[in-house]
């Protein structure tokens, strides 16, 4: 199939989610040009996961020359996993956290999912490239919105923390911080695990997981777009209250 074709199949996913995402965002829409620098990072990210993941498998293998259980555990869990959502963190991170433009907490979210689909992109345009048409609509329904749920987990506390750190609650915000890498640090583990294991049982755990996922972050996106508000304006109050006499 014409390459052109194949790469439109493997961007039409993403692009669709980026666009819901953009839409849900309800007080202030983030500026074009951040949101397109927050994608190239989730794009250089694929990269830098890709490099660590080579040094850990091979760590992996020769440790556990024949595979196994626990390779497979400490494959998805700690090389994969925490590479992928760890890099996706650490460059959302470093172009968001202080920018004038996280002024909302549902920002957060917006970000985070930008950064996620940024690396299921170009993910994607590399398996549909290589396995074909048939890859890319199994793709568009389980691996690109599997990265932009684990983008919702990671949005919300990201998000939170950002509150928590204008509101002088320190430890609250790195305790938010925490949650917003390990959370989809623990989802994308399971959802490499059980997808790798090969039998009837683990199919049905694996719809069913996918399924519970795709739910819960649909619901989160959902709640924290309608009660989205400026972070400012509540460090304002928070502060206003307090200095009030009593």
């Given at each position: ?69 626990v390779y497979d555990f400490l494959l998805y869990f700690v090389v994969v996993a925490l590479s992928e959502e760890g890099f996706k963190y650490l460059l959302l991170k470093l172009r968001t956290w202080n920018s004038p433009h996280f002024n909302c907490q549902f920002d957060g979210v917006v970000y ?135």
């Amino acid at each position: 199939m014409n390459k052109l074709i194949l790469t439109v199949a493997a961007v039409v996913p993403a692009a669709y989610l980026l666009y819901r995402v953009y839409r849900a965002d309800k007080l202030e829409k983030e500026p074009i040009g951040l949101l397109a620098s927050i994608v190239l990072l989730g794009i250089v990210a694929t990269t830098l996961a890709a490099i660590t993941e080579q040094i850990g498998d091979a760590f992996l293998l020769e440790l556990f020359p024949n595979g196994g259980v626990v390779y497979d555990f400490l494959l998805y869990f700690v090389v994969v996993a925490l590479s992928e959502e760890g890099f996706k963190y650490l460059l959302l991170k470093l172009r968001t956290w202080n920018s004038p433009h996280f002024n909302c907490q549902f920002d957060g979210v917006v970000y985070a999912v930008f950064v996620s689909l940024g690396f299921a992109l170009w993910e994607n345009i590399a398996y549909v490239l290589e396995y074909g048409f048939g890859t890319a609509v199994a793709r568009a329904i389980t691996a690109v919105p599997g990265h932009a749920c684990f983008g919702v987990f990671m949005g919300v506390y990201y998000g939170i923390a950002k509150r928590m750190d204008l509101a002088g609650e320190k430890d609250g915000s790195r305790a938010a911080r925490r949650k917003a890498l390990w959370i989809p640090v623990l989802l994308h583990g399971v959802y490499d695990f059980i997808a790798s294991l090969e039998s009837d049982w683990m199919a049905i755990l694996f719809l069913g997981f996918v399924i519970w996922m795709f739910w819960a972050a649909l619901k989160l996106v959902k709640k924290t777009s309608a009660e989205d508000s400026p972070l400012m304006q509540q460090n304002n109050q928070q502060n206003n209250t307090t200095n009030q006499p009593e």
